[in-house]
């Protein structure tokens, strides 16, 4: 679930997700979204859309994932021409050693420019984690904190965008695991 804005404009998207490795060093996910958006004085409008993604491991420190939003299109009302935007994702991740890792990410949405994001991550104590990285696009800085234990973890962040000011996060994962898997 996800939801971002205001009384007066937000949007918000719940969706559902599954992920498998296929092996060694690949794994595949596909989610199905519903999203719904509310302008004041506008009403609501909604489009149901799929993401899919592909996570890579060829060996040595380096993980690549690919992931593509909403390829197809998704109307977000009937007889306009008002549709979600396409977002093609790349990424590399670098394991610098077992408590950091430095990420960059390539974001390509549709009628933008392209967007390239840096960060680095620290995990310290087996559990806790904390990371920085900045936003090309528009040079916002971010950071956050969590905390990882057994199949549940929990992140804390905050990022300062020059329009919208101040903008935290949580989130909340739960990984369902298999009982024959490791």
Known sequence: MDYFGFAGYNQSKIGLAYGMKLNKTVSVGLQFDYNLFHISGYGNSSAINFEAGICMHPGGKFTIGLQVFNPVGGKLKKGTDEKLASIYQTGIGYEASKQVLICIEIIKEE???????????????????????????TASPYGGAGWHWKNFRVDIAAGYHLQLGFTPSLILVIEIKEKNQE
């Open 111 to 137: 009628d933008r420019p392209v967007n390239v994001n840096l960060g680095l991550k620290y995990i310290f104590a087996n559990c806790f984690f904390a990371g920085i990285g900045i936003e090309t696009a």
